[in-house]
């Protein structure tokens, strides 16, 4: 039996459902360390660049990573060299990738994210926009993936911008994702991916003081993956438009179960830093995991954990 992983994303055709987490593979470091073995071996069906900004950004003071037993804190402060030393300097690069770009942005009001949006979806290097939506909007204070109206109102303004793919990138620090998934849906979203860090704050035991110096950053690896497969398959199960899975997603297993989650693509992320080819082994890893279970391809796996169970153990 072959395994069908090739999937359809948003009207872009993938070989495979693996993509990487924004911010967690840099491809042109890659390239320039692997040359183009890199391309001949490309891990992900489709690239998604690090968040860039308008303007161009330093970044946060060090220390920026804090390791934990299952995974790590990063608090890297969104270093980029802002959009048009993106679309002078990194485009290029980017576009000669093997697979589709998709490209994130992030703005601290609705007139910055315009900008980004104009900038760079109207290129023809770049198959989608990611929108990550973690951070406060100047003029209300409120972190606009934290609620749904903002939400809403941010894809309002950016529908019109653009025909191409907008991706919403979830926050997992609230209480409820699925409602902000919805509101991204209903003001046009063509998908969302989940989860972003979930804020942690270690504390250095000589000092007593924060151990980052940003004071506090996001949680990834193994340790959010519970969690990280609990909002999936809740916003999974509101939304209509296609789920992009990710949180400490290690190997082909489990890959799988963000899939059975009701993930239609999933992204490798923190595994990255430890080994470049991770996004590899878990496609491969995850065509035996699908055949393993007589399963003929993703499609056949997707959303069994949503559907009720056939048999009740309880009364
Ligand atoms: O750059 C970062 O510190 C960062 C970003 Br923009 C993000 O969206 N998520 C994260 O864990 N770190």
Known sequence: MSTEL????????????????SGTFDAIAARRAYG??????????????????PAPRAGNPPPRIYETPAGMVNSIGLPNKGLDGFLRADLPLLAELPVPLIVSVMGTSAEEFRALVDGVAGRDEVAAVELNVS?????????????PAETL????????????PLIVKLTPN??????VAVAAEEGGADAVSLVNTLKAAPIDGATL???LGAGSGGLSGPAIRPVALAQTAAVAAAVSVPVIGMGGIECGEDALAFIAAGARAIAVGTANFRDPLAGARVRRELGEALAARGLDGVEAARGRALAPALASTST
Do not use: M, Y
């Not at 090739?6 to 987490?21: F, K, R, S, T, Y």
């Open 209 to 211: 003081r924060p151990w």
């Open 153 to 164: 109102l941010l894809l309002n303004e950016l529908r019109e911008l653009t025909a191409k």
């Open 174 to 179: 609230v209480s409820d994702p699925s409602a």
């Open 135 to 147: 951070c406060p909007n100047v003029k209300s204070g409120l972190i606009v993936g934290e609620q």
């Open 36 to 53: 183009d073995a890199l391309l001949d071996r490309f891990p992900f069906s489709a690239f998604v660049s690090k968040t860039i900004t």
């Open 6 to 21: 090739a999937i359809d994303l948003c009207g872009i055709q993938l070989e495979h459902p693996v993509l990487n987490g």
